[in-house]
């Protein structure tokens, strides 16, 4: 792989949470691995006057904490090209402070107009920032190339989206704009599609004559930790599923691209988004299911309730579950229901796409013995990454009694390297001006649009329950009744991919 060309980078929220634990270990990591450039700098704003000595300390220790593999002896040298710039964000004025700051450390190191901007701080300063970076002529690529990383979440529904898409087209052009999306940098996320479109015995059943329905499922074991305030106003349906979860059903349902590259990606993704059939608000009570934790004991230890979590409201109807079922009205998918659900204070931490294949059309072995629905396609994003498949075998011994066994593959068999973390992968693509991976504007305003009758019939409608569930078990009962199956439900996974049944350890 190649090294980005020459750049500065600079920080939004670069004393963050997000740039402390994710933004500056990926940047270790990369540098490990030869992919930064070859000349750098880093120059990170925070509204704090820090030394850049003490900032590079506070790097230290966020790299030797978050990253999966240190070389202590290597981090003081990586700091060095770390810069501190104390600075408002929402002050129009300090933006000549930091033009001048890229224009010194440019000329110091012979780096030339390449710049990226990461906003890695709080949605209310997304309109502002690149208006003020514009402002400053910080936009303009006459000298090399300007990108803006925006995190999620881009707006909280349509037309905030719109807006805000707006705001920022005005002046900047959307090939500058990177709206990142953590899980389309995972590795097991890319895999999606290469198992799909690399294998010639999937495809051809990738589809409603052979698919029965697709199940999708993220939980969490964590709570919202210390961010009560950003998740109250958010909650799980904005927070996971108009982005990742959306992503992961993009992915599984798409057609296969004319190419690899970024827009023939990108248009296949939307598509997807643009089939969802909508959600009649009159519906909603009936296909979606809200929930939220309430306070319990997990191995003998009391976990707080959401409500009792610091900056949360005690009467909040925030949900921290949401499960959903929905139709892609598209050649392939017409008629297959897709089920969705993600919930904080689950079990155990999972995500995976389950596809569960029709069963056959006459069942030749006794009801009792065949195990229907028994084909299914696990796509484990994380943890224990890998694939398996449950088939049918013959019990050994008299009769003919059917049993479901797994045929699995683990990552962690394939290589001993560890599995790069997303904001690797997504920072290394941005530096080189590879947008396959980021989101585009049309997907996230399908995103919303699909979701938005949802939202507005559970902030709107009481009739619409919003079920407790207690931490630590699998959110709402109720949500069982969305699979529509006979005899089926969920797939209740544990913490290792081929564990069920028998042991299951979360
Ligand atoms: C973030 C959400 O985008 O994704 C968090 O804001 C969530 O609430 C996180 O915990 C989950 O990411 P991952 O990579 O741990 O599945």
């Known amino acids: 792989m190649n090294r980005p060309d020459n750049q500065v980078i600079v920080i939004f929220g670069g004393r963050g949470d997000l740039a402390m634990r994710k933004i500056i270990p990926a940047l270790y990591a990369l540098q490990t691995q030869g992919l930064m450039p070859e000349r750098y700098a880093v120059l990170a704003t925070g509204r704090n006057s820090i030394s850049d000595d003490t900032y590079r300390k506070d790097i230290e220790k966020s790299v030797i904490s978050f990253s999966s593999e240190v070389d202590t002896s290597l981090v003081s040298d990586f700091t060095r090209a770390f810069r501190y710039l104390a600075l408002n964000p929402a002050a129009a004025d300090d933006y000549n402070r930091l033009s001048d700051a890229i224009m010194a450390v440019r000329s110091e190191l012979r780096i030339g107009g390449n710049t990226l901007f990461y906003l890695a701080i709080p949605p209310e300063l997304y309109e502002k920032i690149p208006r003020f970076l514009a402002f400053q002529g910080l936009n303009n690529q006459g000298d090399g190339c300007k990108r803006m990383i925006i995190e999620k979440p881009f707006g909280r529904d349509f037309t905030s989206a719109q807006n805000l898409n707006n705001i920022l087209l005005g002046d900047w052009s959307e090939e500058q704009i990177y709206r990142i999306d953590h899980y389309l940098g995972k590795e097991t996320v890319q895999n999606i599609l290469v198992t799909r479109f690399s294998n010639g015995i999937f495809e051809p059943l990738w589809n409603r004559s052979f698919v029965n329905h697709v199940e999708i499922t993220s939980s969490e074991s964590i709570g919202v930790e210390k961010r009560g305030a950003f998740y109250e106003h958010t909650g799980a349906m904005r927070d996971m599923v108009q982005n990742h979860l959306l992503h992961l059903v993009g992915f599984i349902a798409m057609e296969p691209p004319s190419s690899i590259d970024s827009n023939s990606i990108r248009n296949e993704l939307v598509k997807v988004f643009q089939s969802l059939r909508p959600i009649n ?75 569960h294949f029709s069963p056959t059309p006459h069942r030749l072995f006794s009801a009792k013995t065949s195990c229907q629905g028994c084909n299914q396609l696990i796509i484990r994003i994380q943890p224990d ?34 599995i790069p973390e997303a904001y690797e992968r997504l920072l290394y693509d941005c530096m080189n001006g590879d947008s396959t991976l980021y989101t585009r504007s049309d997907a996230v305003l399908a995103a919303w649009k699909f979701l938005d009758p949802v939202i507005e ?21 109720r949500a069982d009744e969305l699979i529509m199956e006979p005899d089926l439900t969920w797939r209740y996974p544990c913490k290792n991919l081929s564990d069920d049944g028998v042991y299951c350890e979360l």
Do not use: C
């Open 281 to 355: 608000p009159a519906e909603v009570g009936r296909v979606t299911i809200r929930g939220q934790y309430t306070g319990s004991h997990i191995r003998g230890e009391w976990i707080a309730g959401y409500r009792d979590e610091e900056d949360v409201d005690p009467e909040s109807v925030t949900e921290t579950y949401a499960a959903l079922q929905f139709y892609i009205d598209n050649w392939r998918w017409g008629g297959v229901p897709f089920y969705l659900r993600t919930g904080k204070r689950l079990p155990t931490r999972v995500t995976e796409a389950v596809i």
């Open 385 to 418: 990454e890998g694939i398996l498949l449950k088939v049918g075998v013959k019990v050994p011994g008299a009769g003919f009694n059917v049993k479901n066994v797994n045929m699995d593959f683990h990552y962690s068999e394939l290589t001993t390297d560890r």
């Open 457 to 477: 019939a559970w902030e709107n409608d009481r009739s619409i329950p919003l079920y407790g569930y207690p931490a630590g078990t699998w959110g709402p009962e």
